[in-house]
C-alpha cells in the first residue's frame, strides 16, 4: 500500500496549509497515522501522530503549538494542520501508517510500515 499526501505548496511566512493524507485501499482503522518531514540536508523528522481511534495525538516540541492532526475515517484521510509557517517549516512532508492495538497509542517515533512518497511545502520569507 501507498498513502498519498496532498496540499503543499508555496506558502508566505506566516500563513497556513492544510496537507491531506489519503488511504486507499488500507484498512484505515487498523493504524495510527505519523507525518514527518525531511528538510534539504537534514535527517528525517518525526512531527505528529494521530491513533486508530483518532482520540489521542502527539506533536514533536517544535511543532505543538502550531499544527494540528485530525483523521475522518470515513474518508481514510489524516489531515495536518500548519499556521503560522516558518522558513524552518519548508521540507518534504509524508505519512506513514503504523500498525497498534493499543487504539489510543501513538508515537512519532514508533514504526510505520506504508508511507506515501511526499508532498513539498516551501515557505517563503
Known amino acids: 500500500f501507498q498513502l498519498v499526501e496532498s496540499g503543499g505548496g508555496l506558502v508566505q511566512l506566516g500563513g497556513s496549509l492544510r496537507l491531506s493524507c489519503a488511504a486507499p485501499?488500507?484498512?484505515?482503522?487498523?493504524?495510527?497515522i505519523g507525518w514527518f518531514r525531511q528538510a534539504p540536508g537534514k535527517e528525517r523528522e518525526g512531527v505528529s501522530c494521530i491513533s486508530r481511534s483518532g482520540g489521542s495525538a502527539n506533536y514533536a516540541d517544535s511543532v505543538k503549538d502550531r499544527f494540528s492532526i485530525s483523521r475522518d475515517s470515513a474518508k481514510n484521510t489524516v489531515y495536518l494542520q500548519i499556521d503560522s509557517l516558518k522558513p524552518e517549516d519548508t521540507a518534504v512532508y509524508y505519512c506513514a501508517a503504523g500498525p497498534y492495538l493499543d487504539r489510543n497509542m501513538c508515537d512519532i517515533r514508533g514504526d510505520y510500515t506504508y508511507w506515501g512518497q511526499g508532498t513539498q511545502v516551501t515557505v517563503s520569507s
Open positions: 485501499g488500507l484498512t484505515f482503522d487498523y493504524y495510527a
